[in-house]
């Protein structure tokens, strides 16, 4: 293997790597299901691309563009039970919940895994939180490496794909007539080894042909960046104007959308609900883009301006404060902000006027 390859990632995965006949991979898909429940993208309506549970391996799909909604929710789901809430006569109980079954996220993108590494750094860190990593440890990521990059996509720009050197359990990619699987854990070795005989010791000549895969992916970008850590510089300073930022924020329509896709976001608020006797504590997905998010109960709002919360969300993820807390940048590049902003104030578009300290809409 070149210098060059190692450079761009070329290697097996941390446990080595194997190969699989793609006739196989519906009878691997099929001991996958007897583990447990296996999430994998399926063919929703109108042809949308969704991560759903499946019962057969005929409804995994292999070849597909990005969903619009990240697989996230596996692990931070829009709706969170946290705890059920009872009264006796000794006056109110609290109650956990009984522990999820064990999982597998099937065929999940780079970027998306990347995602989940976040989140995982974010809820395991400070006051750590036990329903999140309860529901991770459960969960055995299978993700699926990237030969062509999205049409919005820049994760080459966050470290965060087109192919991943860890965070997954097995990655996989598709060589044609073969599936090169990297094990990146114990439980994906096991998951490999357990496979009844389909796998085998790849090839150096399948382990070329990945690396090259790589190498063209990764060239395949362009120049489509997204040059994070320049602007990274100005709003940790405080060199951004504000006149900058009431201009980009005139552009947001604050409806939420590029909180509620992205693969990084976890805002959220608590409510109530009441069900079967009891109530239930659950978390729900919120968005900082939202005027009343942070309205407080006296009526007072710290950011009850939208410049304000525009602000804030760029400042969480792109500043230093945040990177060295959280060890890499709020964006795994996955595109997704790009595809659904109805006024540009995505990623790209504010990253690079941030730079410039220029906005062209």
């Known amino acids: 293997m070149s210098d060059q390859d190692s ?9 080595g790597a194997f190969a699989i006949e793609r006739s196989h991979i519906d009878d691997w898909v099929s001991t996958l299901l007897e583990r447990g429940e296996v999430i994998a993208p399926t063919a929703g309506c109108g042809g949308d691309v969704l991560y759903a549970p499946v019962s ?38 609290l109650a956990a919940l009984p522990p999820h079954s064990p999982r597998i996220l099937l065929n999940a993108r780079s970027c ?20 999140f990593l309860r529901r991770d440890a459960g969960l055995t990521v ?16 966050c470290d965060a794909g087109p192919f991943l050197d860890d965070g997954f359990d097995i990655q996989l990619t598709d060589l044609g007539e073969v599936m090169l699987a990297e094990a990146g854990s114990a439980n994906g070795e096991e998951l490999v080894r357990a496979a009844g005989g389909w796998f085998r010791p790849a090839s150096e000549e399948e382990l070329s042909r ?29 060199r951004v104007a504000d006149a900058l930022w009431d201009t980009m924020s005139d552009w947001c329509f604050e409806c939420g959308a590029c909180t509620l896709v992205c693969p990084t976001c976890y805002c959220f608020s608590i409510k109530d609900r009441r069900g079967d006797g009891a109530w239930q504590r659950c ?15 006296s009526g007072h709002n710290p950011r009850s301006h939208r410049k304000d919360r525009v602000k804030r969300r760029f400042y969480h993820k792109v500043s230093a404060q945040y990177y060295l807390r959280d060890k890499s ?6 595109g997704r902000c790009v595809t659904v902003c109805l006024g540009t104030t995505d990623m790209p ?10 906005w062209h809409g």
Request: include cysteine.
């Open 142 to 157: 299978i993700s699926l490496s990237c030969p062509m990059p999205c049409p919005q996509g820049f994760c080459v720009c």
């Open 329 to 334: 940048v709020g964006c795994v590049g996955c």
């Open 56 to 93: 057969t391996p005929e409804q995994v799909r292999w070849e597909f563009s990005n969903s619009l909604h990240p697989p996230k929710e596996v692990l931070l789901p829009q709706t969170d039970p946290l705890f059920d809430i009872r009264a006796d006569r000794a006056g109110w109980q």
């Open 349 to 358: 578009a504010v990253v690079a006027a941030i730079r410039k300290g220029v």
């Open 210 to 238: 990945r690396c090259l895969l790589e190498a063209l992916a990764i060239d395949s970008f362009g120049e489509s960046t997204c040059h994070f850590a320049s602007a990274m510089r100005r709003i940790s300073t405080g």
């Open 283 to 297: 978390r729900l997905w919120d968005s900082c883009q939202y005027a009343a998010f942070t309205l407080e109960a």
């Open 7 to 15: 450079a761009r990632g070329g290697k097996a995965g941390p446990r």
């Open 112 to 131: 998306d895994v990347s995602g989940l590494q976040f989140l995982r750094r974010v809820h395991a860190s400070d006051l750590e939180d036990p329903a």
